[in-house]
């Protein structure tokens, strides 16, 4: 199954990327294909989902299902956060 990938451009120090290349190096594998290794592996590693979060998710669909939720637009949202 071939999934959708999305590129994102990083932005990294020299210093930082001289170091992942040698890691990179070590662990048998170019530049990239580290990182994106690396980057799913954290994200795989630190997911989980707790009975807590299920807890929490379940009520906030039961708020929206009574209409209890108010829900504004991005450009709402950014214009009332916006400083003065």
């Known amino acids: ?10 932005s990294l120090d020299k210093d930082i990327v001289e170091k992942l290349k040698i890691k990179a190096l070590e662990d048998g594998r170019n530049l990239k294909n ?34 209890e939720l108010n829900f504004v637009s991005e450009e709402e949202f950014k214009s009332r956060i916006k400083r003065k």
């Open 34 to 67: 580290y990182l994106e290794k690396i980057l799913i592996d954290k994200a795989n590693d630190d997911f989980v989902v707790t009975q807590g979060y299920m807890k929490m998710m379940d009520e906030m669909l039961e708020k929206k299902s009574r209409g």
């Open 1 to 10: 199954m071939i999934k959708e990938k999305i590129r994102k451009e990083v």
